[in-house]
């Protein structure tokens, strides 16, 4: 598609956020910048991010430390569609939940029944006790856990064997940071797969939940909604994959030369939201 034509035609902009609007701590220059477009042009924006080691909240002081001033309505995350997910098609099953505690705090509070303060009594070398095996939850839960051990790493895997279901907040293998990318929950739930040889079924980004929470919760129709972030199989795929728009940028992990070796195909590529910005001010 036309660059300046998709400009144009997008109502809303799903963005992602590290890679695409901050790197770290670290605003990416001209983000605010293309905010001011999307209020001059009166475009619509929501943030989500496939991070789903952090809340919400932790993401809305984040970024009003960079003078991007957002309400809880403004922004999703994957552990969001997690829980939606569970609400509606698990309502009331027993979860257990490789994640950290913001997200496990999310869970609690929208009512998901977690066994995780049962579980974590145990250890790795009381898995064959009958005590341990009675606690077996309906489902596991892989996020984005920054505080994965080995025991609950072999809790899950065992979990999982016994015939728990196998869910994941989104499929990420890295996640980027200042200098290099760490391990994310792509990469534990690799590990995971080839302990148990089980798949896991993932809600976030590229995934229709996540496209169809983002419509429900805007009333914008998915064609004219575009996911811009900085990965081709997760942002872009969203919007090529859901009957939205999928725009690269090229600020974060995704490299120009690797567009020819993607299957999914975005419709529009721009260095970066700020190149976005300046083209609507020039062109719309």
């Known amino acids: 598609?036309?660059?300046?034509?998709?400009?144009?035609?997008?109502k809303l902009f799903v963005l992602d956020m590290d890679g695409t609007f901050y790197l770290g701590d670290n605003i990416l220059n001209g983000s605010l910048y293309f905010m001011q477009q999307l209020e001059k042009y009166g475009?619509?924006?929501?943030?989500?991010?496939?991070n789903s080691s952090q809340s919400p909240e932790k993401y809305i002081d984040k970024l009003s430390k960079m003078d991007m001033h957002i309400t809880r309505d403004?922004?999703?995350?994957s552990g969001d569609v997690m829980i939606r997910f569970l609400n509606?098609?698990?309502?009331?099953k027993?979860?257990?939940?490789?994640?950290t505690e913001p997200l496990i705090k999310s869970f609690k509070d929208c009512g998901i029944k977690l066994i995780n303060d049962e579980v974590n009594k145990y250890t790795f070398d009381d898995?064959?006790?009958?005590?341990?095996k009675a606690l077996k939850p309906d489902i596991v839960v892989v996020g984005f856990d920054k505080t994965l051990t080995y025991d609950k790493l072999t809790f899950a895997c065992t979990f999982i064997r016994e015939g728990s279901m196998f869910l994941s907040?989104?499929?990420d293998i890295n996640c980027p940071v200042v200098g290099g990318f760490i391990p994310d929950s792509g990469a534990m739930c690799a590990a995971i797969k080839l302990s148990t040889g089980i798949e896991p079924r993932y809600v976030g980004k590229p995934f229709s939940e996540t496209a169809d929470m983002v419509a429900d919760a805007t009333g914008i129709a998915k064609e004219e909604m575009a996911f811009v972030g900085d990965r081709i199989y997760t942002d872009v795929a969203t919007g090529v994959n859901n009957g939205a728009m999928g725009v690269l940028v090229l600020s974060g992990e995704t490299k120009k030369e690797d567009i020819p070796l993607s299957d999914i195909k975005p419709d529009a590529v721009y260095e970066s939201i700020y190149e976005m910005g300046k083209l609507m001010n020039e062109n719309l």
Request: charged share 25%; hydrophobic share 40%; proline share 2%.
């Open 94 to 99: 027993s979860v257990y939940l490789l994640g």
């Open 43 to 50: 475009k619509e924006f929501i943030f989500f991010t496939n």
């Open 88 to 92: 509606t098609h698990h309502k009331g």
């Open 127 to 132: 898995i064959d006790k009958p005590e341990f």
């Open 74 to 77: 403004q922004i999703m995350t």
């Open 1 to 10: 598609m036309d660059r300046i034509e998709l400009l144009k035609k997008t």
């Open 169 to 171: 907040t989104h499929m």
